[in-house]
């Protein structure tokens, strides 16, 4: 079992900055794959970023590339979203995730997830 819980969202005007915080609880999180997704109302989830525990590898969405950082802090199991020139359309639920190498998302252990909201 993994267990997720968010914070830091909030409201801010475009251009803004955020930094979306997750704190993972459990066994064995070193195996675990930790990502960040969204939704927004009306739209389906979609993929943010992804980070290996193991080895700090990334990924991103095209969307955010550049604007977006994920990183973790080991020594805390907690896994940041750091989030910079925040558009209208960055407007959504985020959610951490978390799945074994072997695994998918969809099988995965979510967060309850934190609303962002940017003002145009």
């Known amino acids: 079992q993994l267990q997720l819980v968010e914070s830091g969202g909030g409201l801010v005007q475009a251009g803004g900055s955020l930094r979306l915080s997750c704190a993972a609880s459990?066994?064995?999180?070193?195996?675990?794959?930790m990502g960040w997704f969204r939704q927004a109302p009306g739209k389906e989830r979609e993929f943010v970023a992804a980070?290996?525990?193991?080895?700090?590898?990334?990924a991103y969405a095209v969307a955010v590339k550049g604007r977006f950082t994920i990183s973790l802090d080991n020594a805390k199991n907690m896994v940041y979203l750091q989030m910079n020139s925040l558009k209208f359309e960055d407007t959504a639920v985020y959610y951490c995730?978390?799945?074994?190498?072997?695994?998918?998302?969809?099988?995965?252990?979510w967060g309850q997830g934190t609303q962002v909201t940017v003002s145009s």
């Open positions: 459990g066994r064995t999180i070193s195996s675990y794959n």
């Open positions: 980070i290996t525990w193991s080895s700090g590898t990334t």
């Open positions: 995730a978390g799945r074994q190498r072997d695994s998918t998302w969809t099988a995965g252990f």
